[in-house]
């Protein structure tokens, strides 16, 4: 790792983050993917000498000294590493119906990405409208959300999974929530959350909601229906809302 100059260049590092996968990272040097490269270059018009903040979407973010700066390419020498930054010290999973438009899953992903998910697995259920979604674009969301955020780890972003096959999934999150607007009686989410609660996973249902064998089913897995008020949200408002007040709950408690 190189010594830090305190003659270098001075950059907006916060301003200039780039996406880098961990592969593309050794112990002193970073190679640009040509995507960024090319950003680098033709818009933030960066040269040689300036600094910049490099994620790896596995935990580490860095400052890098850029070394060679081209249309081909980009490498930049690291100067210091932070792990960790911008992460949460719990998890939260979300498992999603399917949403119809493409517009409203993507400003799903993006803000999910902000709220802090963890990993996201898009749910095939009964009512569902759509099976399918564009992963590379939605990849794209996530790794944009995710340098706009300051945080450091990518999500995992699982296959479209049936609702019943997840039900039936040994797992170990400490607090499993599903958000039915039809049980006025049940608990609000932060009634379900301790100072102290390192794992959550929250369900919500596709825009047809879900269906009464479906809350039946979580229920009997153990799942605590909880109650998002009197309005009926769309899939991604209620998602989004549920991960907000965890957020800030959690965030609130560390």
Known sequence: MKAKNTELKTMNTEKHRFFVPIDLITEDRIVFPIEEARHA???LRIAKGDLVTVIDGAGGT???EMEVVGNKGAIAAI???EVGLGESTYAVRMSVGMI???ARWETFLEKAVELGVTRITPLISERMQKSAFNERRAWAIMIAALKQSGRSKLPQLDQPTKIKKLLQEEVGEEVKMICHESSPDAPSISKLLRADTSNVHILVGPEGGFSQE???LANEA???TVWMGERRL???TAAITSLA???QYLNGAE
């Open 100 to 102: 119809k438009h493409a």
């Open 41 to 43: 270059t033709k818009v």
């Open 62 to 64: 860095y400052t890098a």
């Open 79 to 81: 100067v210091s590493k």
């Open 245 to 247: 007040v965890v957020s």
């Open 214 to 216: 479906e809350i039946t």
């Open 222 to 224: 153990g799942w605590t």
């Open 234 to 236: 769309r899939t991604e």
